[in-house]
């Protein structure tokens, strides 16, 4: 399978903490891209970062991307009872094939009050 | 305004039954998606249609058929509904393929 892979599949920390989640994947891409959804919701475009960037911020988001060893991870800052949602990467694998965003199985994450 | 709708939102039937979904964007992109997510929340893509032209078919059996009458629209019809068939299912567009995707609401189909 080429899909990504986050870690970890859940998470619960308290409100105001930093909450960071990985998302590993297997061959070569063009862009990796991180979404939100809350429950019962659909998924939400949260940053885009393409294979010749290592870090973007958007907010209180800051993504990192590490081509070699084929992973990225999001970092939440100063979480808040809002940020609780599932979490997925999605990859644009640069094979040549007309595949789309493969998406990983998702972090949840739960942000205590 | 949504950019992204779908309809309906909820959707139990009995096995054996036709249905359908509709999706319409407004956001002007040129390519349109299916997606179905599991009882697990795993995101798989089913097909992904270009200006009305079929770019993307996963392996989905063809009792699925996406119908793209312009590019505004996407809507799924499935025939002979299964159990395995219960799933919410996604529209979604972007400008162009593997760009961002704007996702709609989710269609959740529930076979008796």
């Known amino acids: 399978s080429q899909q990504g892979e986050e870690d970890p599949q859940a998470l619960s920390i308290q409100e105001g903490e930093n909450a960071t989640m990985n998302c590993s994947y297997k061959t070569s891409i063009n862009n990796l891209q991180w979404y939100r959804q809350n429950s019962g919701r659909g998924l939400v475009h949260l940053i885009l970062i393409r294979s010749n960037e290592r870090e973007k911020h958007s907010g209180r988001l800051r993504v990192t991307l590490d081509t070699s060893k084929k992973s990225s991870s999001l970092l939440i800052t100063a979480s808040r009872a809002a940020d609780t949602a599932s979490y997925f990467c999605a990859t644009d694998y640069s094979g040549g094939g007309a595949d789309g965003l493969t998406f990983g199985k998702g972090t949840h994450l739960i942000i205590q009050p | 305004d949504t950019a992204v709708s779908q309809t309906p939102k909820y959707l139990v039937t009995q096995m054996g039954n036709d249905k359908s979904i509709k999706c319409e964007q407004n956001l002007g992109h040129d390519t349109m998606y299916w997606y179905k997510q599991d009882s697990k929340k795993f995101l798989k893509i089913m097909f992904s249609?270009?200006?009305?032209?079929?770019?993307i078919n996963e392996t989905v059996p063809n009792r699925f058929s996406p119908k793209s009458p312009d590019k505004a629209h996407l809507n799924l019809h499935i025939n002979s509904l299964e159990l395995g068939d219960s799933a919410v299912y996604f529209c979604a567009s972007s400008q162009e393929l593997a760009a961002e995707l704007f996702f709609g609401e989710g269609s959740r189909l529930t076979v008796l």
């Open positions: 249609y270009n200006n009305k032209e079929l770019i």
